[in-house]
């Protein structure tokens, strides 16, 4: 019954939820923004360990601007999943990021985040997709340059909600020994409380790009990254341009065959 409860969500509500993002689109386009440009690093570990749970952890490293670039954050990743069934997985665990500055009082500006995830997997013909809802709890030290004292920090929540969605370029099987696929994805994020008064938006993200496999446990994600934020210190909207370069390892060592075989579903 509990299989069948979750069967009726998902039909119902987040099979429609990628229509969601049209209106936001047509409003943060519309708005007074600025423009930077971004190199994203991931590295994403995934591993289902028995019939009912598994773990993860990912590296993330982001400099700014294509060329001349600086480092502008570090973070790590790390965290308990529990499979509920083959199509929904409850997820959470621990971040710390770390935020660089260049010519400020401080040169590291640091936060602690805990965070819960649900995930809904499915099938369209050949291709698969994925439905993500995050929540997270974040801790982050504020600038003392800013008028907060050493080591101050402001806490706030952030709720998460992304589409992804690929298939099969050139599928991976023994006469191909590099399948390609093709991967799209949209992630809104709305947040509340210290600091961020009534600017509830936070950022939206468009994603696109092609999926190299030359394994069924190892694949790299060449994308393009689209970032619209609102910044209330500037109470700005930055434009934020971005290439995601991201090396996924997935193991599974319950003894059963990955429900989306060797789809680069799962993202973090």
């Keep these: 019954m509990q299989g069948i409860y979750f069967d009726k969500v998902k039909r119902k509500y987040l099979n429609k939820a990628p229509s969601l993002f049209i209106p936001i689109l047509i409003s943060v386009f519309g708005m007074a923004q600025t423009t930077s440009n971004q190199m994203w690093y991931t590295y994403n570990h995934q591993a289902i360990v028995s019939n009912k749970w598994g773990y993860m952890f990912d590296l993330n490293h982001r400099t700014t601007n294509f060329k001349n670039t600086r480092s502008v954050l570090s973070a790590v990743r790390i965290g308990a999943t529990f499979l509920y069934d083959k199509d929904h997985r409850f997820s959470a665990g621990y971040a710390w990021f770390g935020t660089h500055f260049q010519e400020a009082q401080k040169e590291l500006l640091t936060e602690h985040r805990l965070w819960q995830q649900y995930q809904v997997f499915g099938k369209r013909q050949k291709s698969a997709f994925f439905h993500r809802i995050r929540v997270e709890q974040r801790w982050r030290e504020l600038m003392p340059s800013l008028?907060?004292?050493?080591?101050?920090?402001?806490?706030?929540?952030?709720?998460?909600?992304?589409?992804?969605?690929?298939?099969?370029?050139?599928?991976?099987?023994?006469?191909?020994?590099?399948?390609?696929?093709?991967?799209?994805?949209?992630?809104?994020?709305?947040?509340?409380?210290?600091?961020?008064?009534?600017?509830?938006?936070?950022?939206?993200?468009?994603?696109?790009?092609?999926?190299?496999?030359?394994?069924?446990?190892?694949?790299?994600?060449?994308?393009?990254?689209?970032?619209?934020?609102?910044?209330?210190?500037?109470?700005?909207?930055?434009?934020?341009?971005?290439?995601?370069?991201?090396?996924?390892?997935?193991?599974?060592?319950?003894?059963?065959?990955?429900?989306?075989?060797?789809?680069?579903?799962?993202?973090?």
Excluded: C
Aim: proline residues 4%; glycine residues 10%.
């Design 147 to 268: 008028g907060s004292s050493k080591g101050e920090t402001a806490f706030s929540v952030r709720g998460r909600y992304m589409y992804q969605h690929q298939g099969p370029i050139v599928p991976l099987t023994n006469k191909n020994k590099l399948g390609v696929w093709w991967q799209g994805a949209s992630e809104i994020m709305l947040h509340a409380g210290d600091g961020i008064e009534k600017h509830y938006f936070d950022q939206l993200r468009i994603i696109g790009g092609i999926v190299l496999l030359p394994s069924k446990n190892l694949n790299l994600a060449v994308l393009y990254q689209y970032i619209n934020q609102y910044r209330p210190a500037i109470s700005s909207h930055v434009n934020i341009h971005s290439i995601r370069l991201t090396l996924l390892h997935q193991f599974d060592w319950s003894g059963q065959r990955n429900q989306n075989g060797t789809s680069p579903i799962q993202k973090n």
